[in-house]
């Protein structure tokens, strides 16, 4: 059981945290759009800003706007190589990327969300991908209930406690029908999401699991459904399992 750790708290630092992702998300944003993305007081989002100037992990050009400094650059490269999976799925994934030249995404579970922690982008003007670092939940989506599907009972029971989010219309808010699914899914190791996580859009994925059959991640390629057929499917889903066998042999 994950320990509850929020009367811990440092607040000054959890607005830093928080102003760093918002800037992230959205870089070239003044100080007041920022602010109020993060629910601080203009005064307070100047005192955080600053401080994170100085120590180089925001910049501010002549127009006020913010964006991430070099430090924040050396400890996303620090992150990448202490994750050993990124490097493992890395020359899968560019294999993947060349064969469909659509996005390849890389996901992990931290809590009850799924991450992306690598990503391929399409060479398409039109393209469906989640940006590195995006949390999201578990009940939709093709590399969402792929982790789901392969996670511990409690996980599951926790993911799919009611009230569920929809991401679109179409997205499964049913828990006994997603948990039928992902029985499914185990038995047949991929899964294919079609409109559930994002309109006019699919996505091929499958797990990557340990040898001692641990998950791990999961990987999948995804675009827009104008460039999906049977054909393709078919033919993704086998790419995609042994990409992924491949990587979860390397583990």
Do not use: W
């Amino acid at each position: 059981m994950t320990r509850d750790l929020s009367h811990y708290k440092i607040e000054a630092l959890d607005n830093g945290l928080r102003l760093l992702e918002a800037v992230a998300m959205q870089p070239g944003r003044t100080l007041t759009p920022l602010a109020e993305a993060c629910g601080m007081t203009l005064s307070q989002a100047y005192r955080v800003a600053a401080t994170l100037q100085q120590s180089g992990y925001l910049t501010v050009d002549e127009n006020k706007r913010y964006h991430l400094g070099l430090k924040c650059l050396k400890l996303g490269d620090a992150a990448t190589h202490a994750i050993p999976l990124i490097q493992l799925a890395a020359d899968e994934m560019d294999f993947l990327a060349r064969e469909t030249q659509e996005s390849i995404s890389l996901v992990v579970r931290e809590g009850l969300s799924r991450v992306t922690v690598d990503l391929r982008d399409s060479p398409h003007a039109i393209r469906v991908s989640a940006p590195i670092g995006e949390h999201r939940p578990l009940h939709f989506g093709a590399t969402g209930q792929c982790i789901l599907a392969f996670s511990a009972p409690d996980v599951v029971d926790r993911a799919l406690a009611p009230p569920l989010g929809r991401a679109t219309e179409f997205t499964d808010t049913d828990p006994n029908s997603i948990r039928a699914r992902l029985q499914q899914i185990r038995e047949r190791k991929y899964h294919v999401a079609i409109r559930d996580y994002a309109d006019h859009a699919f996505a091929v994925g499958a797990p990557i699991q340990s040898r001692a059959g641990d998950l791990v991640g999961a990987i999948s390629i995804s675009g827009p459904l104008a460039r999906f057929d049977d054909q393709r499917e078919k033919r993704y889903v086998a790419l995609v399992t042994a990409a992924a066998a491949r990587v979860s042999q390397r583990l």
